[in-house]
């Protein structure tokens, strides 16, 4: 009886180790790519913005109007801004290895 007791607590033991391990695996927060755009959605009357950040600084916009097609406004050296059709944020997504 005491040997079955002994490998019952013995079970229990690696049980909750195994438990506590997967627990503090899992509220570990994802490391973020500091080069992804963070992306800031703001609702206007009849439009959506979509403000996107890399680095804290605020790369290009893209405005969904209710009506009408989606365009970009992207950051002149100047300090104003153009609009494009097409995004010009380059964020490289290449897999270069894997394991």
Do not use: H
Not at 16 to 41: C, H, R, Y
Not at 44 to 72: M, S
């Amino acid at each position: 009886m005491k040997k079955r007791l002994i490998t019952l607590f013995f079970v229990f033991q690696l049980m909750l180790g195994a438990m506590l391990s997967v627990s503090a695996f899992a509220a570990q927060p994802e490391a973020s790519d500091p080069n992804e755009p963070k992306i800031t959605i703001r609702s206007g009357e009849n439009k959506t913005f979509y403000e996107y950040r890399v680095n804290g600084v605020l790369k290009e916009i893209k405005v969904v109007p209710t009506v009408g097609p989606t365009y970009y406004l992207v950051a002149d050296d100047g300090g104003g801004w153009i609009r494009e059709d097409k995004s010009q944020l380059l964020v490289p997504s290449w897999v270069i290895f894997r394991w």
